[in-house]
């Protein structure tokens, strides 16, 4: 066994075989496109961590001098090279779609080892095959304007559900969708399958439509931070691991590369928040990787730009319809400062019903409402308008007054007072419960001119098209922000907006575990 397996098990009564035990061996993924069948170079598959800092990176290298001739070579060197793969189902990818060319691509790093010799698994401290599992997850969202982008991780032990398999980890779908292919079907149809599941649970947890997507290697990532000289991070804290992960760093500073780095965004163990930490590390390594593409050092180097393109490619395997070229050309305006990470908001650790450790989210509402706020498009701000709103004489405003505040005889005081002040009042009572925290003015279509003439008289109510009045009458219902007429109400917190734990750009440079 290896020194970092886990046991991995399906949900109650639905185990995977055994040679899909998301933490067993399988034999090394097969490339498609012309070249399928021809024999494979050691490392072209491998998974976990880091992986996503490549594709990232060479994407970018690309989006770097995407407008010139250069830049439209290493397009055509990296569409030459990248695998192609049937990843975007037809169906279970229903939600929020973007608007224009802005784009939702999940990159995705996979758990299995087996291209790896054992030179190599020795170098990397790697341990021994890992299945199919994609420990690594990352949504990641370019605005049509590509002034940013934002990344979002997932925590592989995340607590969802699995289109057709109910509950488990979230890094398990892969394998299930993987495994529901006949054992006699191509490998890239296997392959496929787990990708189309992967994306139909993650499009069902963020209520987001799935654009592209774009699974990555490990042996890769080990080669692209050699390409770059090093990637610099930062550490509070000296870090001893030598039994897991292999990681041995001091704290401060420093700039690491190849199996160091290697190291670096493999380890969990030792570390006070385990894989939440681990994800940080993630995230910080492809934000060096960021901004050591921006530098003077590979903007000047047109060989060290054609080289990572490549290595890239030929580590990816994209979706049929993700143009590179043009995800480049995007994002050519963004910068260090643009580039956010932060990880999806979870609740806390937590045991299964197989007593397996796993981690809660927040409810679907909340997450739904943090990736739309993520993707929204900016609206545009209104036009300064300095004309008053249309009002009549109170007298002729027949106001109805519901009081839903909780307070007694309050709609008795407010009917006095709009009275005092002339209008016409009719029906006075309670609401439909005493639970209004703002009061709200309520008119039918046509009667705007009536409820803008009774807002003025309560300042700060919100008014409402609402098909309860008659025609021609305008009905009150007092919250608990009520402070009387010709008083304003009391201004409403403001709406308490869903963060992402441990947000940070590209160019935070602070500390970390």
């Excluded at 993520?374 to 209104?382: D, F, G, M, N, Q």
């Excluded at 036009?383 to 007298?395: K, S, Y």
């Excluded at 106001?399 to 006075?428: C, M, Q």
Aim: a negative charge.
């Amino acid at each position: 066994m290896s020194r970092d397996r886990h046991q991995q098990d399906g949900p109650a009564g639905r185990s995977l075989p055994a040679r899909l035990d998301p933490r067993a061996g399988l034999p090394p993924r097969s490339r498609t496109g012309d070249d399928a069948g021809e024999p494979r170079t050691p490392g072209r598959r491998g998974g976990r961590a880091a992986v996503t800092a490549r594709v990232v990176a060479g994407l970018l290298s690309a989006a770097l001098l995407a407008g010139s001739g250069w830049g439209w070579y290493l397009g055509q060197v990296a569409s030459a090279t990248v695998n192609r793969t049937d990843a975007i189902p037809t169906d279970g990818n229903d939600g929020t779609g973007n608007a224009g060319a802005a784009m939702n691509l999940l990159l995705v790093g996979n758990d299995s080892r087996s291209s790896l010799s054992e030179e190599q698994l020795a170098q990397l401290n790697a341990g021994t095959d890992s299945g199919v599992n994609t420990d690594t997850m990352i949504l990641v969202h370019v605005p049509a304007d590509g002034s940013r982008a934002s990344f979002v991780s997932f925590p592989r032990d995340s607590y969802v559900d699995i289109p057709g398999y109910g509950k488990d980890k979230l890094n398990a779908a892969y394998a299930y969708g993987y495994a529901e292919v006949d054992d006699e079907a191509a490998e890239n149809a296997k392959q496929a399958s787990g990708a189309q599941l992967l994306v139909r649970t993650i499009s069902q947890l963020t209520g987001l439509k799935i654009d592209h997507y774009a699974e990555v290697d490990l042996l890769g990532f080990f080669n692209l931070s050699s390409v770059v000289g090093g990637v610099e991070v930062n550490l509070c804290e000296a870090v001893d691991d030598s039994f897991y992960s292999g990681a041995v760093f001091a704290a401060g500073p420093q700039t690491i590369s190849g199996a160091d780095a290697l190291k670096f965004v493999r380890q969990r163990h030792e570390l006070p928040r385990g894989d939440f930490d681990r994800i940080i590390r993630q995230q910080v390594f492809i934000a060096g990787v960021l901004r050591k593409m921006l530098s003077d050092e590979v903007l000047l180097d047109l060989g060290k730009q054609r080289e990572l393109v490549q290595a890239a490619a030929e580590s990816l395997t994209v979706d049929k319809n993700l143009d590179l070229l043009q995800l480049a050309e995007q994002m050519q305006s963004v910068t260090a400062g643009s580039i956010e990470f932060q990880t999806i908001p979870y609740v806390g650790t937590d045991r299964d019903p197989q007593n397996r450790s796993i981690i809660r989210l927040e409810d679907e509402d909340t997450l739904h409402d943090f990736f739309a706020d993520l993707s929204a498009t900016p609206e545009p701000a209104a036009p300064a308008t300095t004309e008053a709103p249309a009002t009549v004489a109170p007298a002729q405003v027949p106001v109805d007054i519901f009081n839903g505040s909780g307070t007694s005889g309050l709609a008795a005081k407010a009917s006095t007072a709009l009275s005092a002040a002339g209008f016409p009042v009719g029906s006075t009572g309670n609401a439909s419960s005493m639970d209004f925290e703002q009061t709200e003015i309520r008119y039918v279509a046509g009667d705007e001119d009536l409820a803008n003439t009774v807002a003025a008289a309560i300042p700060g109510a919100v008014l409402k098209e609402s098909q309860d009045p008659t025609s021609g009458t305008v009905q009150v219902i007092l919250g608990s922000d009520f402070n009387g007429v010709g008083q304003a109400v009391t201004p409403a917190a403001p709406a308490a907006e869903t963060e992402g734990a441990d947000a940070r750009t590209a160019a935070d440079t602070t500390c970390i575990n």
